[in-house]
């Protein structure tokens, strides 16, 4: 009798390209690197944004984000290193710091900031830009902070440490779950020598994006500071059967994986709001100015 485990052989994604970002500022100065915008929104869909951020000058973060308006997606904060207070206009507060993370659905218009609370030492992190459904866009916003406590974790029998931020990585839940666009949002921390498998469903797009050290998917290597997007199942180069990604690191690694169910929808942004036609936008724009945003 044959045994199902050698028959079903898993098999992982591989590297379709290597991105680097582009430095750049935001709000009132802040210094970061955008990974992911612009083109790459159609091909990784749902996501829209990737900023990263890094630096132990605080005059490349000191500035932060003052007031300034959202609506039509998701964002998501996760900061590593550092401490930073937001505060909106749906009346939310809170104080991002490490290893936390802050979950904000704009929906129809949020009004935030986000300031430093530190004056030197360290500030590192993400955020990630995360689509709604066009039924969603104009839902009430929502928010919630997860202190670093909060983001459910696991260790493989390699000593890989994972930190399930959303979605579900090997029979572990994460911290948010969310219906249409599935999001899987990873933090992985690999020793060296080690591989870590994770399953990805095969209607989602993904991506990996390494902070340190570098890891090889299907031998290709990802560098640090690097995104590396995967592969599609049935996509050229890749084996339609491909129903995981399994990375491999030569020295310690940390790195985050996405991956999210596209939404096949026009996306038309402007700026912080991201709509499906440009009449939503020119809504958009009317409502912020005549103070309609919560
Ligand atoms: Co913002």
């Known amino acids: 009798m044959n045994n199902i485990a ?28 955008r990974v992911l915008s612009g083109k790459l929104q159609k091909r990784l869909d749902p996501f829209l944004m990737l900023d990263a951020f890094s630096s132990d000058n605080p005059d490349d973060y000191i500035a932060g984000f003052p007031d300034h308006p959202h609506r039509g997606f998701e964002t998501v904060t996760y900061m590593l290193s550092g401490r930073m ?18 979950w904000m659905t704009a929906g129809r218009g949020v009004i935030h ?44 029998p390699q000593g890989v440490t994972v930190r399930v931020i959303a979605g579900n990585s090997n029979g572990v839940a994460g911290a948010v779950t969310r219906e249409v666009t599935e999001p899987l949002y990873l933090d992985i921390h690999v020793p060296a020598g080690a591989e870590f498998s994770t399953a990805l ?23 640090s500071r690097r995104m590396g ?14 129903d995981n990604v399994t990375l491999a690191a030569t020295e310690e690694t940390r790195l985050i994986l996405l991956a999210g ?8 942004q402007y700026g912080p709001f991201v709509m499906n036609t440009q ?12 103070g309609h945003f919560a």
Request: proline share 6%; aromatic share 6%; net charge negative.
């Open 229 to 242: 997007i995967l592969s599609n199942p049935g996509s050229l180069g890749n084996a339609s059967g491909a």
């Open 201 to 223: 469903p095969d209607t989602h797009n993904a991506f990996i994006y390494v902070y340190r050290g570098a890891v090889t998917v299907e031998g290709v290597h990802v560098a």
């Open 261 to 268: 169910k596209p939404l096949n929808e026009p996306i038309v």
């Open 113 to 156: 900031s986000e300031i430093p609370e530190q004056e030197d030492g360290v500030m590192e992190g993400f955020q990630l830009w995360l689509n709604l459904p066009a039924q969603h866009k104009m839902a009430a916003p929502w928010y919630r902070d997860f202190p670093s406590g909060e983001i459910p974790e696991y260790v493989t």
């Open 85 to 102: 207070r937001h505060r909106d206009s749906a009346g939310h507060e809170g104080l991002l710091e490490n290893g936390g993370v802050q």
């Open 279 to 290: 009449q939503e936008i020119h809504q958009a724009l009317n409502d912020f100015n005549n």
């Open 6 to 33: 050698t028959i079903m052989q898993h098999q992982s994604r591989g590297i379709e390209r290597i991105i680097e970002g582009v430095a750049t500022s935001d709000g009132a100065g802040v210094k970061l690197t």
